[in-house]
């Protein structure tokens, strides 16, 4: 069973950094997308960074592009996202999430299969 549990959120003055992590578990598939997307109150959720698991190759989303990174440490199962220079219409509940792929990684959320309960980021 797959298990994704993001942590590391919290409140942050604009300008300021946070770096969150997403720890999974039975995932045993070798082609895989793993993201990170973010939801505001009364807003849709949208994607903010993927990463694909061959290669590396990444894809973000347009007003986090220069801000934010998306890395991942295999050893340890788990995938980070460095977010800097934040700003307050970056706050949001930010969920981990994972799908089966053979290529590109896409941020369309109906795309991925595996949710992590999310974690609350707050900049004011």
């Known amino acids: 069973q797959v298990q994704l549990v993001e942590s590391g959120g919290g409140l942050v003055q604009p300008g300021g950094s946070l770096r969150l992590s997403c720890a999974a578990s039975g995932y045993t598939y070798s082609r895989y997308c793993m993201g990170w997307f973010r939801q505001a109150p009364g807003k849709e959720r949208e994607g903010v960074a993927a990463?694909?698991?061959?290669?590396?190759?990444?894809n973000y989303a347009a007003s986090v592009k220069g801000r934010f990174t998306i890395s991942q440490d295999n050893a340890k199962n788990t995938l980070y996202l460095q977010m800097d220079s934040l700003k307050p219409e970056d706050t949001a509940m930010y969920y981990c999430?994972?799908?089966?792929?053979?290529?590109?990684?896409?941020?369309?959320?109906?795309?991925?299969?595996?949710w992590g309960q999310g974690t609350q980021v707050t900049v004011s």
């Open positions: 999430a994972a799908r089966v792929s053979s290529s590109w990684c896409t941020l369309t959320a109906q795309q991925y299969n595996y």
């Open positions: 990463r694909y698991s061959r290669g590396g190759s990444t």
